[in-house]
């Protein structure tokens, strides 16, 4: 009987050209998660893999991250229409990457106010050619300009904004993932909403700073939330045990890297040779730790 | 009986399809009469080669390497090499001379490779015959676009410049030299949506070493070489000496066109080497 009625419901929403609701979580009182799962983006997938969601206030509705294509973010909107009428007033990108941000255009019709790190819009536009350029190939999507949303509002260093009794404290954080990250903290519950700055599971990826990133980990090693909801990986309940992966991963390129270098060793050989005692750690290791350690090296041979 | 039928066309048609992502179009079309209008080309791997990772794992930092093949000596020399990677915007990569001073015609460097595409290096020898090697690239990378990772930091030490050396410089002997350059080596590729950001290119036009004032690598380059332009080139050391980085940079109005562009500035750092 319930097959019969989600097949009818597929049937009902495909042929009304309806979205269906994205699946989440609600992982505390009012933040609801869709967890991604740990895939290269690819033409099946359409770039669908990280974790994004939506935290309700007495107010409104604060998206956080939209998704990785434009559908995806229309299922987040409908996800959202069935937890509550209350409008959408902001949404926050947690930094430029394909996966979190393609769903943007999905929300314009609300009218919220899109905000992210100071350094967003800059990260999108000389980012946008290429983006539009590969998503047909890479995604199996069409992309324009209109979807690629630059904020209104940078945030330099802290923003607090008020969703009805709910305040929730941006941060935006020195070069670390990228040199745009933006996390989302919720007082209300202690979670913190760190987004890529944490990979569980799905190897961590740099396209920012090495150092950045282990100082960034370790000023917030040091806090303590009762949840932290990472861009990709499980909800944490240990926080900073949870994070203890990742450091090891990034401190293990660093230490290897560094020593590689004053060997006077080339770019082209560190690939091949450094950081394989992670592999086993790791989903989709072979498809991104050759990237890490070009971003790592490049940015440690200017060190001294 | 049916599905043999079929399968025919569909067996016919995949080399085609893999032919196809694989294309010299543009070469063939374009780019070789633009930069060698009338000229034969021979096509081999006697002269120069190029090492590249067939699968790019940084679009942004591609490493890539020129191995020449004969001594540079001054009855028979590589004067001059050019570099085009087909399918980047502005394909010209950049064109790099040496003398019998160079010892060597090998160069190593990083470049950016937008999509996938042929990447190709055209020698000429001092009699003027040029001879091409070429290699395929698989840029991917996912989420990294072709630019740098940390824009901030590369600006803060725009036109600093470092040497590096190997343990093997030798008096009289073809030796290795790294020269790191720091710049953002900005493609200027950048949406119009908003006003507020710098659209124009920006970008080292030329680099010159000189070791003991005598040219050692002339270089004209462009938005495809990395962030961080980063080379490595060969010299002779002569006993004490100096090896001298000269380069500049531009900035030009759109990222495909070279009609409108104004000089920045020139940096320059010189080294004492005692092999
Ligand atoms: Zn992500
Ligand atoms: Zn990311």
């Given at each position: 009987?319930?097959?019969?009625?989600?097949?009818?419901?597929?049937?009902?929403y495909a042929s009304y050209g309806w979205t269906r609701p994205l699946s989440v979580d609600e992982v505390a009182p009012g933040i609801f998660v869709h967890f991604g799962k740990h895939q290269l983006p690819d033409t099946i997938n359409h770039g669908a893999i990280a974790n994004i969601g939506f935290i309700i206030g007495k107010r409104c509705v604060a998206v956080i991250d939209t998704g990785g294509n434009p559908d995806e973010g229309r299922a987040l909107r409908e996800a959202i229409r069935k937890q509550t009428d209350k409008s959408v007033c902001y949404v926050i990108n947690t930094h430029v990457h394909p996966d979190h941000i393609y769903g943007n255009s999905a929300f314009k019709q609300d009218k919220p106010r899109f905000i992210g790190h100071h350094n967003l819009a800059r990260a999108i536009n000389s980012r946008a050619s290429f983006y539009i350029a590969r998503a047909p190939e890479q995604l199996g999507i069409n992309l324009t300009e209109a979807?690629?949303?630059?904020?209104?509002?940078?945030?330099?260093?802290?923003?607090?904004?008020?969703?009805?009794?709910?305040?929730?404290?941006?941060?935006?954080?020195p070069t670390a993932h990228t040199d745009n990250d933006l996390t989302v903290y919720d007082q209300q519950t202690d979670t913190m909403w760190l987004s890529d700055l944490l990979f569980l599971e799905h190897i961590p990826i740099i396209d920012g700073s090495l150092k950045g990133w282990i100082a960034v980990m370790e000023r917030l090693g040091k806090k303590s939330y009762q949840r932290v909801i990472p861009g990709h990986g499980p909800l944490v309940t240990h926080w900073p045990e949870a994070m203890q992966a990742q450091h090891t991963y990034l401190n293990v390129l660093l230490k290897e890297i560094r020593i590689f270098i004053k060997q006077g060793g080339f770019l082209e050989d560190a690939v091949t040779r450094i950081g394989y005692s992670q592999k086993n750690k790791w989903h989709l290791f072979d498809d991104f730790h050759k990237k890490n350690v070009t971003t790592s090296f490049a940015e440690l041979e200017w060190e001294d | 009986m049916k599905k043999i039928i079929w399968l025919i066309p569909l067996l016919i048609g995949l080399p085609a399809l893999s032919q196809a992502a694989r294309d010299e179009y543009a070469w063939n079309n374009e780019l070789k009469e633009e930069f060698f209008a009338g000229k034969k080309i021979i096509e081999s791997n006697d002269v120069i080669d190029i090492e590249v990772p067939y699968r790019a794992e940084d679009p942004a930092l591609v490493p890539l390497k020129i191995i020449s093949k004969i001594p540079q000596?001054?009855?028979?020399?590589?004067?001059?090499?050019?570099?085009?990677?087909?399918?980047?915007?502005?394909?010209?990569?950049?064109?790099?001379?040496?003398t019998p001073q160079s010892?060597?015609?090998?160069?190593?460097?990083?470049?950016?490779?937008?999509?996938?595409?042929?990447?190709?290096?055209?020698?000429?020898?001092?009699?003027?015959s040029l001879h091409m090697a070429k290699q395929f690239v698989k840029a991917s990378g996912g989420c990294s676009a072709p630019i740098g990772a940390d824009l901030d930091a590369a600006m803060k030490r725009l036109g600093k410049m470092k040497f590096k050396f190997g343990d093997d410089l030798q008096i009289g002997k073809p030796s290795q030299a790294q020269?790191?350059?720091?710049?953002?080596?900005?493609?200027?590729?950048?949406?119009?949506?908003?006003?507020?950001?710098?659209?124009?290119?920006?970008?080292?036009?030329?680099?010159?070493?000189?070791?003991n004032n005598k040219p050692v690598l002339t270089a004209k380059t462009d938005i495809a070489i990395s962030a961080d332009p980063n080379f490595r080139f060969y010299f002779i050391p002569e006993g004490k000496g100096e090896l001298k980085a000269e380069f500049s940079d531009i900035s030009c109005e759109t990222p495909t066109s070279r009609k409108v562009c104004k000089s920045i500035s020139s940096y320059s750092k010189s080294q004492t080497i005692t092999p």
């Open positions: 009987m319930k097959k019969t009625l989600s097949i009818l419901f597929i049937i009902f979807d690629l949303v630059v904020p209104d509002k940078g945030v330099k260093k802290h923003l607090v904004i008020d969703i009805g009794d709910r305040k929730l404290m941006l941060t935006a954080h | 000596t001054k009855d028979r020399y590589i004067k001059r090499i050019l570099m085009v990677v087909d399918k980047n915007p502005y394909p010209f990569v950049g064109e790099f001379e040496f010892g060597k015609a090998d160069l190593a460097m990083r470049v950016r490779v937008n999509t996938y595409s042929f990447v190709r290096a055209i020698a000429e020898l001092n009699d003027g020269l790191l350059i720091s710049h953002p080596n900005i493609t200027g590729m950048q949406m119009d949506q908003v006003t507020r950001f710098v659209k124009k290119s920006h970008f080292m036009d030329k680099l010159t070493v000189t070791y």
